[in-house]
């Protein structure tokens, strides 16, 4: 069992400053991390736990407790991998991809439009129905885009 550092800015400091220097370093944890600041961005539950393999890493190399890293991850996240509508509408095709494998196409629609700005919800929306077009979900998504026009 590891024990965290008594200074709660020191242990927050350690694990950002591991958390960029993979991110600079290592094309899996920047992709991982743009997975989970989609999610988060559109309003998802939390994406990973403590067992998540990057928060096992980050405490392991860190020597800190699993909770204390995965609160941090979650902050960093926030803080730094939100996504903008702008983002989200140019790279449509990903997001569909990544929020289909965390939640069901209701879920989806309804996360993506209450996260988009009320002027921005039909370019979000034509981004959406091009990006379905292409998805092997389609069918399911389809039936569900006329109630949202």
Not at 14 to 19: C, F, N, Q, T
Not at 119 to 129: E, I, N, S, T
């Amino acid at each position: 069992m590891t024990i965290a550092p008594m200074d709660p800015r020191e242990a927050h400091l350690r694990v950002w400053a591991l958390i960029e220097s993979g991110l600079e370093s290592n094309a899996s944890w920047r992709e991982m991390f743009l997975d989970y600041g989609l999610l988060a961005t559109v309003g998802f539950d939390q994406p990973f736990d403590q067992d998540d393999e990057k928060v096992r890493e980050l405490a392991e190399q860190l020597d800190l407790p699993a909770d204390l890293v995965e609160g941090e991850v979650c902050y960093f996240i926030r803080q730094n991998c939100l996504w903008s509508t702008e983002e989200l509408v140019q790279r449509m095709d990903t997001a569909l991809q990544v929020l289909a494998m965390h939640g069901k196409p209701e879920e989806v629609v309804e996360g993506l439009l209450d996260f988009s700005p009320y002027a921005q919800r039909p370019a979000v929306l034509r981004a959406l129905r091009l990006a379905v077009a292409k998805s092997k979900d389609a069918a399911d998504f389809e039936a569900l885009l006329p109630q949202f026009e």
